[in-house]
Structure formats: structure tokens, C-alpha cells
């Protein structure tokens, strides 16, 4: 389950091992126009409410993310597909210390980003895809937990999706129930079925 983070400040404690090259790049996104906020319990910048970029860290890597990241140039070659063959949009800048941050090329694919956001490039969302079924297992816990249905609607419609395939796709009743009991303090929580592991 993935761990409430209340500030940025607190995100970076919590990553001792790259906590100094996290705050580098803290102070690049706050030096420009960006809004600072935490969303999904991660530093993410904004522009006008809208989210353009984020910072984090995994076991053996930490980086930058920009959530239109398609549109950028990146004629360095430093950007990677966040999940390939399924990310259309977010790309990811990948750093293994401190000493591999080049601000100033940092600086640039931040500015970029920032006036492509302006500018509204941004992939649209596929509305062609088929409307999702909601499993009857995970129905009648709604039936009987009023939050969990806000909690669940409340998720972006391809997370939905996520945890509909995840019980649907069990061929064991006794399954289903327990993927259904793992899953419920995840939605409660606000994240998704795969956040923990994505960008990984």
C-alpha cells in the first residue's frame, strides 16, 4: 500500500539515499513559474492546475517525469518511455547520482515543458474505448461500503478499469474474493492497482 505523504519535505526525508540529488532537483522546478503541490503522495509541479512534471525516487533510480513528455524535443536523447507500450504520453529523465544532473539541461527540458503546456499540447484521452464492467464481486462490496464506491469512482477511469480486470480476470471464485480483500484499502487509499510499481 502506498504510504501518505503530507509534503514535499517529507517525501525527500523519507529517500535518505537520494534525498540531496531530490532537493537539487526540487530547487530547478521552484526556481521557475511551476506550483508546487503533492499529488499521489509525490512532488508534482503545475501550471494553471495543470500537472507538467514530477520528481521521485525508486530503489536504483530517481528522476524527473513529464507527464506530456512526447512533445518535448529531447535532441539529447536523455527521455524514456515511462511504460512502453502502454505510456503514450509521460516520458521520463533517469539519473543514478547526483553528479549525473546537468542543471542546466534540466533547465532546458523544464522550460520546455512548461511552454508546451501553455501552448495545450496534450495527448487526448481515447474516449473510443469500451465502457468499463464493474465485476459483481467488487458491486456488492459497494453495496455494503458506501466509501469504497466514492473511493472508486473517484479514480481515474483507466485505474478503474485496472482493478475491474484484476478480479475479473481470476477463474476462481475464492481468487477473486482475494485479490477483492488486497485491492480495498488500495482504492480507499486513492491509488492504483500498479502505482507502486510504475516508473520503476
Known amino acids: 500500500m502506498m504510504e501518505k505523504i503530507s509534503s514535499v519535505e517529507e517525501y525527500i526525508e523519507k529517500h535518505e539515499k537520494y534525498s540531496d540529488a531530490l532537493q537539487f532537483l ?7 513559474e511551476f506550483e508546487e503541490t503533492i499529488k499521489w503522495s509525490i512532488p508534482t509541479y503545475t501550471i494553471n492546475g495543470k500537472n507538467v512534471a514530477g520528481i521521485g525516487a525508486f530503489k536504483n533510480h530517481f528522476g524527473i517525469w513529464f507527464f506530456n513528455g512526447v512533445f518535448l524535443k529531447d535532441e539529447e536523447k536523455l527521455l524514456r518511455n515511462a511504460q512502453d507500450g502502454k505510456t503514450k504520453a ?3 529523465m533517469v539519473f543514478k547520482s547526483i553528479d549525473d544532473i546537468d ?29 468499463t464492467v464493474v ?16 473511493a472508486f469512482y473517484d479514480l481515474a477511469p483507466y485505474k478503474q478499469r485496472e482493478y475491474c480486470d484484476h478480479v475479473a480476470s481470476a477463474k476462481r471464485e475464492a481468487t477473486k474474493l482475494n485479490r477483492l480483500k488486497k485491492i480495498k484499502p488500495m482504492i480507499l487509499d486513492g491509488v492504483g492497482l500498479h502505482d507502486k510499481y510504475k516508473n520503476c
Request: charged share 40%; no cysteine; glycine share 4%.
Open 103 to 131: 542543471k542546466n539541461l534540466v533547465m532546458k527540458y523544464v522550460k520546455e515543458a512548461i511552454e508546451n503546456q501553455k501552448a495545450g499540447k496534450m495527448v487526448k484521452a481515447d474516449r473510443s474505448k469500451k465502457e
Open 135 to 150: 465485476p459483481d464481486e467488487l458491486l456488492n462490496e459497494f453495496k455494503n461500503n458506501p466509501g469504497l464506491k466514492s
Open 90 to 92: 509521460m516520458r521520463q
Open 26 to 32: 526540487r530547487e530547478i522546478m521552484i526556481s521557475t
